[in-house]
């Protein structure tokens, strides 16, 4: 059995290393050769240079694909694996053309295991830890009003005047700011078109306080079903966001101001231009630290009293061990592959688990890659 890992990205070395560190049979595929030796050269793992056609002809039943490359590549290379009779993982969010392919991989009796990363991805396990506590909590009852919030996001450690720095693609952090959003707030929909739209405040429970500037990411309803809130709660809030350095939203005033009017592939080309512009100015010097900030909180309330509020809140930062980002995103995506090798997932097409020993276990082992990570209990 062999495992693929496709991209050596910027999130990509920690989790790639430690599957080879832990003695699996690694083949490294990156469309830079010489990119790839520089993360995992001196492991003396087996680098390939990328194409769709030579890891389809080197899959073989039983093995296990990874893709940690762009969004673009994950659907040819999951049916790759199903033509093969392999496995698929990646950490990103599951595409209606990913879910559409659901029903073969459970026919198959293959595993994709998707949104297994940071964000998607550690969030999701905090959010089943706390919906799993909440349920076995005295203070549970059917009439409660539920507010679940859950920010993550990547931005320096020291901060700089623009507020933010590049750890992943720099295109895409500047896609993902047209993407509208839907989230619920105060018992009513919230559609948003543009993030800098909905920029709110949000103090985090940090052993030093701090005052983050967040806003609504995506579409936030679909995961109330998969965090298995009951369709009979009453939820007043519920939001899956980004969040920023206080100051951010000034900084990239004359940013959102130019997106705002990019569109069609003239649009892309500027995003592109603008962001290696802006990768120039806004990137880590060699050894400076990144930093990751993720809380996820559930609280219910009933009769104007809390009856359950509780919070994971997790603060790390870049190391000897690497950026904290690289970390966070990849060395999940490692236990995702160990579990889906240990027979731990079941056949079709996932997000990170929901099974409580599985959760709990990688829960155990993120909390050695943070240097601060929490349940907080604030009901008392």
Avoid at 52 to 77: F, K, N, Y
Avoid at 331 to 348: C, Q, T
């Amino acid at each position: 059995m062999t495992i693929h890992w496709c991209g050596t990205g910027l999130s990509s070395g920690p989790g790639l290393r430690r599957l080879i560190q832990n003695g699996h049979k690694v083949v490294v595929w990156n469309r830079t050769v010489e990119k790839a030796r520089e993360t995992v050269g001196d492991l003396g793992a087996d680098v390939r240079a990328y194409d769709l056609g030579a890891l389809t002809a080197a899959l073989q039943p039983g093995d296990v694909a990874i893709s940690m490359l762009t969004v673009d590549h994950h659907v040819g290379i999951a049916k790759a694996c199903l033509g093969a009779g392999a496995h698929f993982v990646s950490s990103s969010y599951i595409s209606p053309e990913m879910k559409a392919l659901d029903d073969t991989f459970r026919d198959k009796g293959l595993v994709s295991i998707n949104e297994c990363g940071l964000d998607p991805g550690i969030d999701h396990l905090m959010a089943h830890d706390l919906v799993a506590r909440y349920r076995a909590s005295k203070g549970y009852h059917a009439e409660n009003v539920l507010s679940f919030v859950s920010y993550c996001g990547g931005v320096p450690k020291i901060p700089n005047a623009f507020r933010y720095k590049f750890s992943w693609a720099p295109a895409g952090v500047l896609k993902a700011l047209r993407s509208p959003s839907r989230s619920l707030r105060n018992f009513s929909e919230l559609r948003v078109q543009r993030p800098w739209d909905a920029i709110t405040a949000y103090d985090a429970p940090l052993p030093v306080p701090e005052s983050f500037e967040v806003y609504p990411n995506r579409d936030s309803y679909p995961f109330m079903q998969d965090y298995h809130f009951d369709a009979a709660w009453k939820v007043r809030d519920f939001v899956r966001g980004t969040i920023r350095l206080n100051g951010w939203a000034e900084a990239w005033a004359s940013i959102f101001k130019e997106i705002e009017g990019l569109t069609g592939p003239e649009g892309d080309a500027r995003i592109n231009a603008l962001a290696a512009e802006l990768l120039k100015e806004n990137t880590y010097a060699p050894g400076e630290p990144d930093r990751v900030v993720l809380f996820v909180s559930l609280k219910a309330e009933r009769e104007g009293r809390v009856a359950f509020h509780e919070t994971w809140a997790m603060d790390a930062w870049g190391d000897e061990r690497g950026s904290a980002m690289a970390r966070l995103v990849s060395s999940p995506v490692s236990f995702a592959v160990e579990s889906l090798l240990n027979r731990e997932i079941p056949a079709g097409v996932h997000p990170a688990p929901h099974d409580p020993k599985l959760y709990t276990k990688w829960l155990g082992q993120v909390r050695g890659l943070a240097q601060y990570m929490e349940r907080i209990d604030h009901t008392h």
